[in-house]
């Protein structure tokens, strides 16, 4: 029996797991770091009611990073914290994917695997969807005034309202495709992990913090871990990271692959030098606040979006800072990229993240063009805004990539090849959002998802 041990329950690790867990001649086994409830029904209500995003300090269901960096550490990893918004990207993003990593990722070859996943409840019958798939996807019907008022006021402004915003992308405003099913949030373990529990030949274990992997020459044959005062190993014939942009890459770089000077520094001696976390990619977000009153109690945290070339502006519903309410302005196509470090061997001690996201002139440009066009909508003066204000109001969009880019093995950033296979090590891959090679102008969650299943359909051949 092939026995594969998954890295992260999060949103790639529990699709990877149902998905090869799914052939009984496979045993799976699958190490959390944060806690696994054994059962659906043991869920905290928090998670479930996808008006909450349950990541503020007092939250234990998060790891912390510089600059309000946030990932989900529990069954369900990030997904099981989101907003929900579950969207494509366009299909240039796919281009340039598959241009950088072979046609297996290009539009065409990735749309039935998205389409297999959805079960997408006002438009799963029309061409280029899915109806039937473990995931649910719909749509707000009642909004809270300030939606309402953001939507009337793009289309006062001359924007079209697109009713479906996983068509061909084109400018416009339109309703967020959440995965959200009678009122309940959706993620990957409510979809995926927990209905394949029962499987005699899949075993999942939370609480359990992979703290290395173990090698044999340029093999590898398993992981290190802990669970609480408790220390062990796992062995399997093969190894699938899914810990996540930030985990995966400190992983990797723990364990002797990453980039030379930084493993010399660490004193962590050289597998394989790669360029782990050097080229990661985020959305940067401006949060323009103003005065208003409470929105009432939201089902989501974002109903409407409006998308104008690389931009995209979220009227939020929930309150950030007690009596002002934000509308954010993303970035979702950006020049500039970031870097992933490590400062410590030591696994407790946080990766760090320099997001240098104001690098590009192009980018503080389309950023400030993004913050007139929302003082336009929302009828107010902001700013000046020079480099100062941009800087004082930017956050993260919760959506960093590409720190184990895929691309083939003479590409100058590439870490994994177009099946996820970290070059130069055998046994390992690495399958979530960390390999994707370019931004992709949209959130992330629904793409995570379709890569890992297409990931796991090529293991299992
Ligand atoms: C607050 C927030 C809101 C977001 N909202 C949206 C949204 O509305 N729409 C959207 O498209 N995207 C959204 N995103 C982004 C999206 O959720 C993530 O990009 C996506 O979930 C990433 O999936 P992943 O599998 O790569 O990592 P994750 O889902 O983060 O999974 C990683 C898993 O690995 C575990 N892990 C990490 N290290 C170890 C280790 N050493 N040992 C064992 N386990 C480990 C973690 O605990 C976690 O469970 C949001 C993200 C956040 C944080």
Known sequence: MTSTLIVGAGS????????LSADPARSVRVLEAGPAFGTMAELPFELLDPGRLPVGPESALVWRYAGNLVRGKLIGGSGAINGSYFIRPPAADF????????????????????CDLEDDQDF???????????IPISRTRHFTEFSADFAQRCEVTGFTEIPDLNTPATDGFGRVPLTVSNGRRSGPAVTHL?????RPNLTVTGDTMVTRLLLRGTRVIGVEWVRGRERGRTCADQTVLCAGAVESAALLIRSG????????????????????????????????EFPGGEPGEPAVPLEYVLHVDDLEVRPYTQMFTPGLRRVGV???????????????????????????????????????????????????????????????????????????????AHDERAVVDEQGRVHGIEALTVADLSVVPVPLRRGPQ????????????HMVV
């Open 95 to 114: 281009a340039a994917w598959s241009a950088v990593a072979g046609p297996r990722w290009s539009f065409d070859s990735v749309l039935p695997v998205f």
């Open 12 to 19: 790639a690790g529990c699709v990877l797991a149902a998905r």
């Open 446 to 457: 629904a793409t995570t998802v379709m890569l890992a299943a297409s990931i796991a359909d």
């Open 257 to 288: 692959i990453g980039p030379e000077p930084l493993l010399r520094s660490l004193g962590v001696p050289i597998v394989r030098p790669a360029p782990v976390g050097a080229w990661c990619t985020d959305h940067p977000e401006i949060g323009v």
């Open 330 to 408: 993303a970035l979702m196509h950006p020049e500039s990229t970031g870097e992933l470090t490590l400062v410590s061997t030591d696994p407790t001690v946080a990766a760090h993240v320099d997001q240098r996201y104001l690098h590009g002139g192009r980018d503080r440009a389309r950023l400030r063009a993004g913050v007139a066009l929302t003082a336009e909508l929302i009828g107010r003066r902001i700013g000046p805004v020079d480099d100062t204000w941009l800087h004082a109001n930017l956050g993260t969009s919760q959506h960093l990539s590409g720190t184990c880019r895929m691309g083939h």
């Open 194 to 198: 927990y209905p394949a529990m029962e």
């Open 124 to 134: 799963g019958e029309a061409p280029g969807h899915g109806i039937g798939g473990p």
